[in-house]
């Protein structure tokens, strides 16, 4: 849908849309858009609140200076001047201060106008099968977090989620990664897909001796550890990405449109690494985590910035 010059080579591709929009993958595809552009929107307000706290630095600066000339000089027209200065600046403050409550206000506004949309189209979404019903649960429990509980969970959100928690993602889908993310911090669990009809972990390639005493190592690709996760999921001022443990390689955030906001490498030590999202505006964003050795996962991730 976000390539429509695909329809170009596959003739089919338009009916296959139009079907599946009406079906649950549809429904669940059109909250995570309508979260997208709520977060969107938030961006854009949030590249002026930034721009105002500059403003608002500058002027306390101008400030500083002056009460640093008031509170030594002697010399009347400079002590005029300082004082002339300081008044001005600090008006500007107050000027500045009461923009960026406005604009936070409409932040605010913007942001929830689209995340109760979201909610109703949630709601609205009929679950073919166990790992989308747990996308639209977390999904509900998400976007209340959010809107009705200033970044808190209730005891039974914390139940329902650590209940898909400990699912298999093999079955139970993306939405296991993204309640695990959710739990971080609030929940003792230690979740494992180490386990057969999951994810095992592949044994390390054993050193075979051959009968003239050399030895000779399997030259068979190694397989990643377990599956990555990033978490808190949605993220405000960093965010935790599990490795593939058994490989080094590099972690790459992009946002929607390619741009690389940041990359870290990490080493067979690195379990999990830690990324900073200072600077990163509100937003969709792909970490992608490439191993030395060719693997590569992506995992979505939300920006959302106070």
């Known amino acids: 849908?976000?390539?429509?010059?695909?329809?170009?080579?596959?003739?089919?591709?338009?009916?296959?849309?139009?079907?599946?929009?009406?079906?649950?993958?549809?429904?669940?595809?059109?909250?995570e858009q309508k979260i997208v552009e709520g977060l969107k929107v938030s961006a854009s307000l949030t590249a002026q609140l930034s721009q105002i706290k500059t403003d608002e630095n500058l002027a306390l600066e101008e400030v500083l200076k002056a009460d640093s000339i008031l509170d030594t000089s002697t010399d009347i027209a400079?002590?005029?001047?300082?004082?002339?200065?300081?008044?001005?600046?600090?008006?500007?403050?107050?000027?500045?201060?009461?923009?960026?409550n406005e604009i936070s206000l409409a932040y605010q506004a913007a942001l929830m106008s689209k995340l109760q949309e979201a909610l109703v189209l949630n709601n609205a979404v009929t679950a073919a099968n166990d790992y989308e019903q747990h996308e639209k649960t977390v999904n509900d429990i998400a976007?209340?977090?959010?809107?009705?509980?200033?970044?808190?969970?209730?005891?039974?959100?914390?139940?329902?989620?650590?209940?898909?928690?400990?699912?298999?993602?093999?079955?139970?889908?993306?939405g296991v990664y993204r309640a695990r993310g959710m739990l971080t911090s609030c929940y003792d669990g230690n979740w494992s897909d180490d386990y057969a009809g999951c994810h095992p972990?592949?044994?390390?390639?054993?050193?075979?001796?051959?009968?003239?005493?050399?030895?000779?190592?399997?030259?068979?690709?190694?397989?990643?550890?377990?599956?990555?996760?990033?978490?808190?999921?949605?993220?405000?001022?960093?965010?935790?990405?599990?490795?593939?443990?058994?490989q080094g390689g590099q972690i790459t955030l992009l946002d929607m449109t390619g741009r690389a906001w940041r990359t870290a490498q990490f080493s067979i030590a690195d379990e999990v690494k830690y990324l900073d999202l200072a600077g990163v505006p509100s937003g969709l964003y792909t970490s992608t985590v490439s191993s030395s050795t060719g693997e590569r996962q992506v995992i979505k991730v939300f920006v959302v910035k106070p």
């Open 143 to 174: 976007i209340r977090q959010v809107m009705f509980q200033n970044g808190e969970l209730t005891s039974a959100q914390v139940t329902t989620l650590g209940i898909i928690a400990a699912e298999c993602p093999k079955t139970g889908g993306h």
């Open 201 to 246: 972990i592949a044994p390390p390639v054993q050193e075979q001796v051959l009968d003239n005493g050399f030895g000779q190592r399997s030259d068979k690709k190694q397989l990643v550890a377990a599956e990555t996760s990033a978490y808190p999921n949605p993220a405000t001022d960093g965010i935790f990405v599990r490795t593939m443990t058994v």
């Open 78 to 100: 400079a002590v005029s001047s300082a004082q002339n200065g300081k008044n001005l600046a600090l008006e500007e403050l107050h000027t500045l201060d009461s923009l960026y």
């Open 1 to 31: 849908m976000q390539n429509p010059s695909l329809q170009d080579d596959y003739a089919e591709f338009g009916s296959f849309l139009n079907t599946q929009s009406q079906a649950s993958a549809g429904q669940l595809y059109a909250v």
